[in-house]
């Protein structure tokens, strides 16, 4: 059984930073594609992030220089590591496995003065 779980979302100031991470069990993580979605209230889910199993990383066009997404095989943990963070980034992040095959229930992240 799959299981995926997100944490490090909460509440920051505009500008602010934040480290997400993800866990996956039930899965061979290190020939495993990881990746990253966000889903607004009232939007559509939107892509984030995705890392290869080799590393190769891509981004969604609002995120691109200040997200930056990474993975560690050996402890099995994959990260987003969020910079300048504006209000448009709030959103529950979730963290996909494989072709977005198992999905985490979500890690709030909200940025607000």
């Known amino acids: 059984q799959v299981q995926v779980v997100e944490s490090g979302g909460a509440l920051v100031q505009p500008g602010g930073s934040l480290r997400l991470s993800c866990t996956a069990s039930?899965?061979?993580?290190?020939?495993?594609?990881m990746g990253w979605y966000r889903q607004a209230p009232g939007k559509q889910r939107e892509f984030v992030a995705r890392?290869?199993?080799?590393?190769?990383?891509t981004y969604g066009d609002s995120v691109k220089g200040r997200f930056t997404i990474s993975r560690d095989n050996a402890r099995e943990t994959m990260c987003l590591q969020m910079i300048n963070l504006q209000p448009e980034d709030t959103a529950v992040y979730y963290c996909?496995?494989?072709?977005?095959?198992?999905w985490g229930r979500g890690t709030q992240v909200t940025v607000s003065s």
């Open positions: 996909t496995t494989g072709a977005d095959t198992f």
């Open positions: 039930g899965i061979i993580f290190r020939i495993t594609a």
């Open positions: 890392i290869t199993s080799g590393g190769r990383t």
